[in-house]
């Protein structure tokens, strides 16, 4: 069983910026995809970004360019720099990983509120 555990939310100003992490439970050579998703209240999750084992990361447009993913594997853990925040960014964000067996897994989630 894979776990996954997320640290880094908060309250920010509209314009400041915060960093997500999400440390996993296995070796990141057991995970061949992580990414981020958010949710914000009564809308449906959205894939935020995405970063390979290999590297190779992948981001929704509204967050393009403000946003970026990025992994530690000898940490076990994905980062997500949030900069130029925006009250439309507030949610609370999930990290998940999609295991090499096919399974996926995911945080509890941690808030994030911008204010405008």
């Known amino acids: 069983q894979v776990q996954l555990v997320e640290s880094g939310g908060g309250l920010v100003q509209a314009g400041g910026s915060l960093r997500l992490s999400c440390v996993a439970s296995?070796?990141?050579?057991?995970?061949?995809?992580m990414g981020w998703y958010r949710q914000a209240p009564e809308k449906q999750r959205e894939l935020v970004a995405t970063?390979?084992?290999?590297?190779?990361?992948g981001y929704t447009d509204s967050v393009k360019g403000r946003f970026t993913i990025s992994r530690d594997n000898a940490k076990n853990t994905v980062y997500l720099q949030m900069n130029s925040l925006k009250p439309e960014d507030t949610a609370v964000y999930y990290c998940?990983?999609?295991?090499?067996?096919?399974?996926?897994?995911w945080g509890q989630g941690t808030q994030v509120t911008v204010s405008s």
């Open positions: 296995v070796s990141f050579s057991n995970i061949a995809v």
């Open positions: 970063i390979t084992k290999g590297g190779s990361t």
């Open positions: 998940n990983g999609q295991s090499n067996w096919g399974a996926d897994y």
